[in-house]
């Protein structure tokens, strides 16, 4: 009967860890299947990219992780049971297994962002990235901001990591090209923090994850002045559509590659220190203009050319009046809430040609903020901005002097690196590793909503798994030391 027991015991045990085994493997499946798909899925459609499947991937990451710690805790007790079954008079101390795992993983966290650069030298080929020197990399418009005497910085983990910066200077924040989704609930608060202060934004799309950021900011900035009894002026809007700019009567070397020649010269950014004459751009969206612009005020710096531009969505090479438009929807009802009265239908449709003439640079004034939008990044690249047939690195020069008041000894210039990510893939640059892992400990670290209770649920989450002093050894010492001076 005691073998009988034993043996269906022993069943009962395999069950189990054939059960942990298949939820860990379910889960990390699961959890690269749907990253894949919503990468793909951001591509395809960023604009109705529902946010919440982001946290889908990581839910599976974690549910695993537990799993796992299940897993280890179950064959440590079962380890533990059989020992004190053959060993019951010994006294056996050991650390438990699940601690050693916890210690594992610890260490590679804590190691690998260390470690890493090791194997890629720091190389970054990501698009617009500062760190990359390629062609399609942004590395010579960060060697152009410091030599105009600023101090530089990059952000890998968390935009919420820029609040940690000692002194008191001001900071212009440069997103250049990103292409991953700004999360509503870390950083869309990090943003309104961002503009209560004297700071500045260079916001550079490329038909990546800023076309609904300037939305999400607007809103949650109404959202706060609402809930607070506050007026004051709001942050300003514009979207991009999806769609290529073309450009008929400026370009080279096809209407992909619009020559901007038409700018307002009464603005700083088009004449000091630099006069500006042609800026050329690559495969560019346009702001949207109309309605918006002249809601919020923004000051039209750049345009298309007046009649043979247009934004092309279909990608067919002509207008198409029925296709070439871009529908506010939903955001109707909320400018009608902003500006007090119904906005008229016609008004909501904006076309995208002649007579609205696609505007590519605005900028806006506000106070002890300005704000500076592009529908293109291209033209901050490393192949274009030092094309000497034309003036992209005045223009940026004059762009960034703009933002900062003229003023380089009281500003830091910070790039937004942890939103460019490879097109098709999960980014395994050493950089890229080291933000993952420490974007998710800035989050819940600077949040307003976390910060106050993540200390204490770190604290008392680990407070088990951490190894502890050794009482009766300490007591030995303790008495060979008193026996010693006896």
């Known amino acids: 009967m005691a073998q009988k027991g034993k043996t269906s015991k022993r069943s009962a045990n395999i069950s189990k860890g054939i059960i942990f085994t298949f939820f860990i493997i379910y889960l990390l499946v699961f959890g690269v299947i749907i990253t894949g798909f919503s990468s793909s899925l951001q591509i395809v459609s960023p604009e109705s990219f529902p946010i919440f499947i982001t946290y889908i991937p990581l839910l599976c990451y974690i ?22 079954e053959t060993q019951s008079r010994k006294k056996i101390k050991s650390n438990s297994l699940y601690k050693q795992a916890l210690f594992l993983i610890i260490f590679i966290f804590a190691f690998v962002p260390l470690l890493s650069p090791a194997i890629d030298q720091g190389k970054n080929t990501n698009n617009f990235s500062v760190y990359n020197p390629n062609w399609n990399g942004g590395s010579e418009l960060k060697i152009i901001i410091e030599d105009l005497g600023y101090e530089v910085m990059t952000v890998q983990s968390s935009l919420s990591a820029t609040e940690r910066i000692p002194g008191n200077k001001s900071k212009l924040l440069i997103l250049l090209g990103p292409n991953q989704f700004y999360d509503p609930i870390f950083e869309i608060p990090y943003f309104i923090n961002f503009f209560k202060g004297s700071n500045s934004l260079l916001l550079c799309h490329d038909h990546g994850s800023t076309s609904i950021l300037l939305w999400e900011i607007f809103v949650a900035n109404m959202l706060s002045q609402l809930s607070s009894n506050q007026t004051g002026e709001m942050f300003p809007v514009t979207l991009f559509p999806d769609g290529i700019l073309r450009d008929n009567e400026s370009y080279y070397p096809t209407p992909e590659f619009p020559i901007i020649k038409d700018f307002d010269l009464s603005h700083p950014t088009t004449t000091t220190p630099n006069f500006i004459d042609e800026v050329i751009l690559s495969r560019s969206s346009a702001a949207a203009g109309g309605l918006l612009v002249e809601m919020f005020g923004w000051d039209i710096i750049g345009s298309a050319s007046n009649t043979y531009s247009w934004v092309d969505k279909n990608g067919n090479g002509k207008i198409d009046p029925d296709v070439d438009v871009l529908e506010l929807g939903f955001m109707g009802t909320i400018l009608s809430l902003f500006s007090g009265s119904p906005i008229p239908l ?40 030092d094309d000497p ?98």
């Open 346 to 385: 016609d008004k909501l449709k904006l076309p995208l040609y002649s007579p609205f003439t696609p505007h590519v640079f605005l900028a806006k004034d506000m106070g002890t903020s300005r704000i500076f939008v592009s529908a293109d990044a291209s033209l901050f690249n490393n192949e274009l901005i």
């Open 389 to 486: 047939l034309y003036d992209n690195t005045q223009f940026a020069q004059n762009i960034i002097q703009w933002l900062t008041y003229y003023n380089n000894n009281d500003w830091i210039v910070i790039f937004d690196e942890a939103h460019i990510r490879p097109e098709n893939s999960r980014d395994l640059t050493s950089a890229g590793i080291f933000g993952f892992i420490m974007q998710y400990i800035v989050h819940l670290s600077t949040n307003p909503i976390t910060a106050w209770i993540y200390p204490l649920l770190a604290f008392y989450t680990l407070r088990k798994y951490l190894p502890k002093k050794d009482k009766k050894a300490e007591e030995r010492k303790i008495a060979e030391a008193e026996e010693k001076k006896e």
């Open 63 to 84: 549910g695993a992780l537990f799993c796992g710690f299940g897993f280890l805790i179950f064959i440590r007790n079962a380890t533990v049971q059989k020992s004190r």
